[in-house]
């Protein structure tokens, strides 16, 4: 009887053991394991800001062919659409009338000549013969006036032929600049007047071309403000890239040559203007194109996946950063410019942040994580809105 007594105070004791053991232990909290995430490491970087703005191609020079002299049109001596060189001959004017001028003001510059002669020989004697008094002084200025206006008309007569010589030349219309001429709009036969309104042809320098961009004021005023709070570096010379209205990039790059002062009241913009290089004769006047302007430089850009970036109820961008003890903290941060696939942030991060790229889902603040660091993506250039 003793003996089962014990047996039962035993088991009794193991049970009561027991009971205390499972309750102990349901009173201590199991700690989660960690959640696997992906994270990258911040770097800040010198990172180019570009802008993608509206243009249009026009010439690098342009110039309307007129003739200076009336006439009719003998010969045209040129190829409609082809190259044409500076000082090279377009057309033929009749000439007849105008190389009788010049032989008429020649002529009269011989008379002249000779009037000056006989006046100078008068003027000369006369005033010996003032000295003794043989002529009154009266004599002698009329002999000093005459001496004087066949001087005048020598020069005349010189301007006469000058201007001659001068129409003459005219008689021969030849190409202002070098580039490329548009189609005649006179053939041979036609009668033609001085200072016409209506072009004979017209002359397009091509090699180099122009190209002029529109950007509104306020992206002006903003880009002022950045470069003056020193958060862009402005560069020495302003790099342009093209792409085509086909969405080709074009092969050459262009520099910006100057802004306009003023502001288009009717657009709100400011013209700017681009030079390129356009020696296969791609890019023609008037056609439309977007340029990619290099704008400046952020000297220490953090750039961050976009695919980081969520945001709260109230619209602020978020990221999720890992601390020193791998747990994760919430940080609202500024995002400034989109790229590709990356934002530029502008505050709430630094260099050395960690923040999470994959596993968001499974994570909240304060959770512990076990981070594992991937390379980001390369960076591209920012396009500045």
């Known amino acids: 009887m003793n003996n089962k007594l014990r047996i039962a105070s035993a088991i009794a004791a193991a049970l009561w053991l027991s009971g205390c053991d499972s309750s102990t232990a349901a009173q201590q909290p199991q700690s989660a394991p960690a959640v696997p995430v992906n994270i990258v490491e911040l770097a800040s970087q010198a990172q180019a800001i570009t802008m993608e703005l509206p243009g249009r191609s026009r010439a690098y020079m342009e110039a309307e062919v007129r003739p200076q002299v009336s006439g009719i049109v003998l010969a045209r001596s040129f190829v409609e659409g082809g190259q044409v060189t500076q000082g090279q001959s377009l057309y033929q004017i009749d000439d007849a009338t105008f190389t009788a001028q010049l032989i008429s003001a020649k002529a009269e510059l011989q008379r002249a000549k000779a009037a000056l002669a006989s006046t100078s020989a008068t003027a000369t004697r006369f005033k010996e013969l003032l000295k003794t008094k043989a ?92 470069i003056a709070s020193g958060q862009l570096n402005q560069p020495e010379t302003t790099e342009v890239s093209l792409v085509l209205e086909d969405g080709t990039v074009y092969p050459h790059k262009g520099s910006m040559k100057f802004a306009e002062v003023t502001v288009n009241e009717t657009t709100g913009s400011v013209t700017l203007r681009a030079e390129f290089p356009n020696p296969d004769g791609i890019l023609l006047p008037g056609m439309f194109v977007r340029t990619i302007v290099t704008v400046g430089t952020y000297p220490e850009a953090i750039l961050v996946p976009q695919k980081a970036i969520s945001r709260t109820p109230r619209g602020e961008a978020m990221a999720m950063v890992v601390t020193a003890d791998n747990k994760v903290e919430a940080r609202i941060v500024k995002t400034e410019e989109a790229i590709n696939n990356q934002w530029l942030i502008s505050s709430g991060l630094a260099d050395g942040d960690k923040i999470v790229v994959e596993g968001l889902q499974k994570i909240r603040p304060g959770a512990a994580v076990a981070p594992t660091v991937i390379e980001s993506s390369p960076a591209n250039d920012i396009k500045a809105s």
């Open 135 to 226: 002529i009154s002084q009266q004599d002698y200025d009329q002999a000093e006036a005459a001496y004087l206006e066949a001087k005048a008309s020598v020069a005349v007569a010189k301007a006469a032929i000058n201007n001659a010589e001068i129409n003459l030349a005219y008689t021969k219309v030849q190409a202002p600049i070098s580039g490329q001429i548009s189609k005649s709009s006179v053939t041979p036969g036609a009668l033609v007047t001085a200072n016409q309104g209506v072009a004979l042809a017209k002359i397009s320098q091509l090699d180099p071309i122009n190209i002029d961009i529109a950007q509104s004021s306020t992206q002006l005023l903003r880009l002022k403000q950045r």
